[in-house]
């Protein structure tokens, strides 16, 4: 039990002494304001924070993501046309294809393809 109280306290001896020395070293001992305050893409961090936003921007990002992730559910099935049975194949196929232009002709209605306004 002595041995496991010395242990523990040379332990925690040690581990002070070198968070000490890393202090006392470390680089970041200067404090420059330019260096600590974010950089985000040459704007200045301090000025307005709400800019306005593009909503018509944010649809087009959301509607690719769309795309892009049914894109992903298409490629497996190419990859699953000599493991199944034919006919339950083109039939899931079409019905995903008729959702996918479903959806492409209902976002071309609401004008959310425009690149313009």
């Known amino acids: 039990m002595n ?3 010395l242990f523990f306290w ?5 581990t002070m002494f070198i968070l000490i020395l890393i202090i006392m070293i470390s680089k970041k001992s200067i ?3 330019q260096k600590s305050s974010p950089f985000e893409c040459g704007f200045n961090p ?3 924070k709400r800019l306005p936003f ?3 921007f944010f649809l087009i990002a959301v509607i690719f993501l769309i795309f892009d992730i049914e894109i992903i559910i298409i ?6 046309l000599k493991s199944t049975v034919i ?9 995903l294809m008729i959702v996918l232009l479903l959806g492409l002709y209902h976002e071309w209605y609401n004008g959310m393809l425009k690149w313009t306004k």
């Open 31 to 33: 404090i420059d304001m």
């Open 75 to 80: 490629i497996p099935m190419i990859l699953t």
């Open 87 to 95: 006919i339950y194949w083109i039939n899931t196929i079409i019905s």
């Open 3 to 5: 041995l496991m109280f």
């Open 46 to 48: 301090t000025s307005k």
């Open 10 to 14: 040379s332990i925690c001896f040690i």
């Open 54 to 56: 593009s909503i018509h």
